[in-house]
């Protein structure tokens, strides 16, 4: 069973020993990121501060609440060692039932309720993640929810916002993002601001479904709904026609001006780099802030993976490129983005049925709209290979990917601003290079003769041997 708030989730958490209630009083100013930057690298506990610096008691700080894979399972009521195989399927399976949303008329989420004068982005404790970084970002793990004015379509978006003042915000607002289509596309032609909704610290599932490229036209809230297996109970805004969902910890709500800008950034980026310089961003005017009885503001430290953004960003965009390349006829086995690639790298597993199948993987994938700037380099294994365990990936690439043969390159395609690898010029105008790696035996080798034979406990034994050994493995003394 999903959670429809979080803090039945934190519960959970706590049940399970993924979650630390850390009583001691720590600093917004970049000691609480500190903190939580070292144990996504530890790959540890999320960590729940409960008394922040210069804030009253109730005012905490929830740190990357799905920055591990255990936390992950537990989100979707599975258990915290669900193989991610599992998780993946259950992912799947939900995703394909999306739930409309019901309405209600009031909330926790306006319990408190800030107007006018009373605005002050500054009395929540919105943390100096990194050091370097351009100022105190409130939204890091949260949702931005704006409505296209010429229909029923809500886009939920995960985009950053810094607080430039007590009643703004700069962030990004990227014209290839859904946000950016309808703010550049439907606002800013007719110089109209454009109604906003910063969601913070709705249950974890609105939060992870906000990650996912769904396109135009689609609302994520459906599909929130049918990750969490009932309804997502929305509320509407006070100064818009947008529902947030009523269970929400934070809600900010205000206009995006058309032709405005604030300086914002720069920021720790996802790529594990702080990436962006300072520059003019889009400027979010507040007009009015709720929240919950003792708020709890959620945040993510992104930076070296693995931190919320990278492995959210693994399971939605996976099956997102999944879907495109089933749509197309592709035996896909399996596919991974795994978090450690920030989605700039896809492991493909397919059942190979024709030669150079791996380089029409690649074309699909770099030409679909919403992977072509992200995704730079694709692994294609064959079906013999999991794609979900880096340990087999990487050997298949380390012995059947040929260093000339097997390795095809795009010297010039479209890639996101963020990019390290890219130069600056290249980053400026949003270009750079891609490839393609075939780590599948070529399909003119006699298999008797020429294809290796793979040395490995599941292939080279045989099956009452394995049965016999799995069956007796606990007997043995092994866990």
């Known amino acids: 069973m999903a959670f429809k708030d979080n803090r039945a989730f934190i519960d959970a958490l706590e049940k399970t020993g993924d979650v630390v209630r850390v009583k001691q009083e720590v600093d917004w100013d970049l000691e609480a990121g500190a903190i939580v930057r070292r144990l996504n690298e530890m790959r540890g506990p999320a960590p729940l501060f409960e008394k922040i610096k210069g804030y009253p008691d109730g005012f905490r700080i929830f740190g990357s609440p799905l920055a591990t894979f255990r936390r992950l399972a537990v989100a979707f009521g599975l258990k915290p060692e669900a193989p991610l195989a599992e998780l993946f399927k259950v992912y799947r399976e939900r995703y394909e039932k999306p739930i409309k949303p019901k309405i209600v008329k009031d909330g926790p989420c306006r319990e408190n309720i800030l107007q006018g004068d009373d605005v002050d982005l500054f009395k929540f404790p919105a943390p100096m993640i990194h050091d370097g970084d351009g100022g105190r970002y409130i939204s890091s793990w949260h949702f931005v929810a704006v409505k296209d004015p010429d229909s029923d379509w809500t886009n939920w978006g995960m985009y950053r916002q810094m607080i430039h003042n007590a009643k703004t915000l700069g962030g990004l607002c990227l014209p290839y993002s859904d946000q950016g289509r309808i703010f550049y596309g439907k606002y800013v032609p007719k110089n109209k601001p454009m109604p906003f909704a910063t969601v913070i610290g709705a249950d974890p599932l609105c939060s992870l479904v906000a990650m996912a490229p769904l396109g135009i036209g689609i609302s994520e809230v459906d599909y929130a709904g049918g990750l969490l297996q009932k309804p997502i109970e929305m509320v509407k805004c006070i100064t818009s026609d947008i529902h947030v969902p009523a269970q929400a910890e934070i809600v900010i709500e205000g206009e995006v001006l058309p032709n405005a800008t604030v300086e914002e950034g720069p920021f720790g980026e996802y790529t594990g780099y702080r990436g962006s310089p300072r520059m003019p961003r889009s400027l979010y005017r507040v007009q009015a802030i709720t929240y919950r009885n003792d708020p709890i503001l959620t945040m993510s430290n992104m930076g070296v993976p693995v931190d ?64 072509a700037p992200w995704v730079n380099q694709v692994v294609v294994v064959d079906d013999d290979v999991d794609p979900y365990n880096i340990n087999e990936v990487f050997h298949a690439w380390a012995t059947k990917c040929h260093p000339v043969n097997g390795v095809f390159t795009y010297p010039k395609m479209v890639s996101a601003p963020l990019i390290p690898f890219n130069s600056f010029q290249d980053r400026t105008y949003s270009r750079g290079a891609k490839a393609v790696y075939d780590c599948t035996w070529p399909l003119d080798w006699d298999k008797k003769t020429e294809v290796p034979f793979k040395s490995a406990f599941n292939n080279i034994y045989p099956k009452d041997i394995q049965e016999k050994v799995l069956n007796n493995w606990n007997k043995y003394g092994f866990q």
């Open 308 to 371: 919320d953004c990278a492995l959210g960003m693994s399971l939605v965009w996976s099956e997102e490129i999944r879907k495109v390349l089933v749509d197309q006829g592709i035996p896909v086995t399996g596919l991974f983005c795994p978090p450690e690639g920030i989605i700039s790298v896809c492991i493909v597993g397919v059942k190979t049925i024709y030669s150079n199948i791996a380089v029409q993987i690649a074309n699909l994938i770099f030409g679909s709209k919403f992977a």
